[in-house]
């Protein structure tokens, strides 16, 4: 039974939309509903900062001393965001943790969208059990990466940016899901693409689990047969809901 000494709220701030719910931190699941607010047009500091007033608001947690997390779509360092993915610029070099903990009025836990997608995976989720290195990937407009070795977090992996050798423009704008339906591409197209992708990560890092997230995840039968790997790879189990799972679970440390 959930108690208020293991609820926390997570908040995941996206390009497009800002969700948040309140979450059981032994179970993984949510104990409220998801709510879910556009993001601002520009994504701009001050408009994302009323946006998540008002998704707390919504969940009747503003003025309570539930710990907080938050998810945000950047390389995350020291409370500052140093990248902006589908946001403002002015993220860029921004001191974002201070400013959401002046904004809120409360201490927050801050890290990268697909950092905490990848602890909710292993903390309550696909990879949960699993030893040596998980790598999460989440397919989307972009490609987003998290790195967990024996269930540390290795923050800020940026692995959708690797390179393709001769060729023009990087792994998430040949491979993102995007990239599927930007060409038109049948699945068995796509997969060959995401077989390129998978094969140079084990090269690179020998992982023991790879784990795929994002909407895509719930068409895994589509394309993750069609893969050929010496590295097993799975579903995520939270899909949309790993970064407000993510996120909360922080406040655990």
Partial sequence: ???????????????????GGIVDLDEGVLLS??????TPAGAEPADVLTAVKEVLTRLDVADSDIPLGV??????????TLSAANVSKKWIGF???SFFEDGLGRGIRFANDADVAGIAEVR?????????LVMLTTLGTGIG???????????????GHVQRAGKDGDAESYAAYSAKERDDLSWEKWTKRLQ??????EFLFSPDLFVVGGGVSKNADDFMPLLNLKTR?????????????????????
């Fill in 1 to 19: 039974m959930a108690t208020d000494s293991n609820r926390a709220v997570g908040v995941d701030i996206g390009g497009t939309g800002i969700k």
């Fill in 33 to 38: 509903d998801r709510i879910k607010v556009p």
């Fill in 71 to 80: 998810a945000f779509p950047a390389i995350v360092k020291n409370g500052q």
């Fill in 95 to 97: 001191q974002a943790e």
């Fill in 124 to 132: 309550y989720g696909a990879a949960k059990g699993q030893d040596g």
């Fill in 145 to 159: 990466t998290a790195l967990i070795y024996n269930g540390v977090l290795i923050p800020n992996a940026e692995l």
């Fill in 196 to 201: 390129w992708y998978y094969t140079y990560l």
């Fill in 233 to 253: 790879i799975v579903p995520a189990v939270h899909r949309n809901n790993a970064g407000i799972i993510g996120a909360a679970s922080l406040t655990r440390g």
